[in-house]
C-alpha cells in the first residue's frame, strides 16, 4: 500500500523505476531488434542474435558479467548507426512494440504515484533514444538512460559516453534529489535485478519486483516488498475501461438523463387542461 498524498511543504518524493521486466515485460532496447533490421540497420545474422539474447534476458534474467557482454555487444553493433534514423524507428514502431508489453500492474503504480504527488523517474541501463519515448508513453516526468557518444556526421561512434548501470544508477539517483529536492528517505524504487541493489539501497521505500533469484533473496533478507507483475496489456485497453467510481457516476448521469427525458415526453403527450 502506498502511503497517502504527500504533505507539499515536505521536501519533495519520487519513485524510481527500472524499465526492462520491472515496468515493460522485455528488453526494451532488443525488442527493437526486427525493426533495425527492418530499417536496414542491422543484417539477418544480427538480428537473429539479438533474438537469442532477448530469449536468454527474459528466461534467466542477466548477471554483471552477462550485463556487460551485452553492453560490449551492443555498443559494437550501433557503432556507425544513424542517430536520427533510429528515433524515427523508435517513434514509428513505439506503440506497436512496446505498448501491448507494458505491465498493468507497473502503470496502476505509476499513476498512484502521481496521484500521491511524487514525480516519476525511470531509471534504464537500455539507451536514451530508446528510453526517453517509452518514458513519454508512460508519463514519466524524467528519464535517466545510458548515452552513447555521437560522431559529428551523426552516427554513433560505439563509445559509451554514460553508462547506467548498478551503482551509476545510485549516484543519479543521488544527484536528482539535490537538485530536484527529493527526500531520498521517504522516496521509492523499483527493480526485478539484484544488479540494481545501490538504486534500492538508496531509497526508503526498496521494492523487488519479479526479481531474479539473488534480488528475491536479499528482499527476503531484509523485509522489502516482493511484488509479481505478469499481465501486459495496452494502455489504450486500461483507458477504454475507466475506474469503477466512474462507471457509477457515469450510470447515474445516464439514468438522470432518462428520467429527464422520460419527464419531458410525458409532459408533452398529455393533453392539455381545459
Known sequence: MLT????????RTAAFFDLDKTVIAKSSTLTFGKS???GGLINRRAALRTAYTQFVFLAGGADHDQMERMREYLSALCRGWN??????IVAETL??????IIYDEAASL???HHTA???VVIVSTSGAEVVEPIGELLGADRVVATRMVVGDDGCFTGEVEYYAYGPTKAEAIKELAQSEGYDLARCYAYSDSATDLPMLESVGHPHAVNPDRALRREALARGWPILDFHHPVRLKQRLAVPPRPALLAMAAIGAAAATAGLVWYTSRRRPPAV
Not at 4 to 11: D, F, G, I, K, Q
Not at 83 to 88: C, G, I
Open 83 to 88: 542517430v536520427q534514423q533510429v528515433k524515427e
Open 36 to 38: 533495425f533490421y527492418q
Open 117 to 119: 504527488g511524487r514525480d
Open 4 to 11: 497517502p498524498v504527500e504533505n507539499h511543504s515536505l521536501a
Open 95 to 100: 506503440h506497436e512494440l512496446i505498448d501491448p
Open 110 to 112: 505509476i499513476e498512484e
